[in-house]
């Protein structure tokens, strides 16, 4: 089937669950746009409490919702509908941006009741999104923690990171600061359709070499895993990034909760029909019988005979590839300094 909407993960627009009423056309939602558009809001604050024993960060911050990368597999469309939008092309067309983050970060950072603790940028959508290079809202808040000397960790698959480089460098040098770079496959046709506005394999490569050369643990993150479609590149992945300077590897396997489902089967039977039933077996292999899954400690690994075959293979790979580093311990002592007028004196 032809694509509608060239460079867009998504090809539809499902119905957002919280309104009455949603109209469609013959071929789908109409007055679908084709732009992109970017919509402030103005939150009161941007941290995050993250309440997940599968996420390794006590809080995050998201400096945009909804993402422009159009990765198809994505579970943080789930949270546009909340907004007001699908999970669909709204969630990629339709981005809300935070411009007054840093003040916020700024203000909450210098409160008295504010203990220094690891902030990931990106636990829901990527920071480094393609308009982040007009507005860099991430970058200011990366002058706000090195300011306050307090510890952040990036998530991205976004090359952009590296225009930062002066800052993520002064961060490293005060153990502050680690990176997780996302790359799920080096198969270019794969990526293209997978994550069509996302940063080639090759050029996420040089992101993990040129920021393990300046000292920056770089993580590289698997995610997702999709059996039967780059299930079977685990072991190159792992070979390449740790060749690169990777000082820690990751894995999830893909799991298609609320909308992401409707998506992901629209996404399969357009691009590879053939493999479609195939390809939702296996996930539903992993996780009880239901491609979803929801369950704490479970949702991220899955279970079961393919979920376990995902998990040995990383393991091997890992044993083979990866280089054993010494720890890398965010230092939480240096932020309290920055909020003492008197101590800022020593």
């Known amino acids: 089937m ?35 558009q970017f ?16 996420v390794p960060f006590p809080f995050s911050i998201n400096p945009y919702q909804g993402c422009e990368h159009g990765c198809i597999y994505c579970y943080a469309r789930n949270t546009h509908p909340y907004w007001g939008y699908s999970a669909g092309l709204d969630f990629e067309q339709k981005i809300l941006v935070k411009k007054e983050a840093a003040v916020l970060l700024e203000k909450q950072l210098r409160s008295k009741k504010w203990k220094a603790a690891p902030i990931s940028l990106s636990g829901n959508t990527d920071c480094y999104q393609p308009i982040e290079r007009k507005l ?17 960790g990036i998530i991205t698959k976004n090359s952009l990171i590296l225009r930062d480089v002066d800052l993520l460098k002064e961060l490293a040098a005060l153990r502050l600061v680690k990176v997780a770079v996302s790359i799920t496959t080096l198969d270019e046709s794969l990526r293209r359709r997978l994550e069509p506005r996302t940063a080639t394999a090759k050029q996420r490569l040089k992101v993990i070499e040129d920021l393990a050369a300046i000292g920056i643990p770089v993580t590289a993150m698997m995610a997702p895993i999709i059996p039967g479609l ?19 590897i990751a894995y999830t396997v893909v799991r298609l909760n609320g ?16 493999r479609q039933q195939k390809v939702l077996g296996l996930i539903a292999d992993c996780h009880g019988g239901k491609v979803s899954d929801h369950r704490f400690k479970t949702r991220m690994r899955g279970e079961g005979n393919i979920a376990d075959m995902i998990h040995q293979q990383f393991k091997l790979a890992k044993n083979r590839f990866l280089k054993r580093e010494p720890a890398y311990d965010y230092d939480l002592s240096l932020h309290a300094a920055t909020k ?4 800022r004196l020593f």
């Open 2 to 36: 032809e694509e509608r909407h060239k460079g867009r993960g998504a090809q539809i627009n499902p119905a957002n669950p919280f309104e009455k009423n949603y109209y469609t056309g013959e071929e789908g939602p109409i007055e679908i746009q084709k732009e992109t």
């Open 39 to 54: 919509i402030d809001v103005k939150p009161k604050t941007v941290i995050n409490k993250v309440n997940s024993p599968d």
């Open 136 to 152: 860099g809202i991430t970058r200011s808040l990366l002058e706000v923690f090195l300011k306050y000397k307090h510890p952040v």
């Open 230 to 248: 780059n299930s079977y590149e685990i072991f190159n992945l792992v070979k390449e990034t740790c060749a690169v300077g990777a000082s820690s």
């Open 259 to 274: 909308d992401v489902e409707e998506l992901f089967v629209d996404w399969l039977e357009r691009n590879y029909p053939d």
């Open 340 to 343: 003492d007028p008197q101590l």
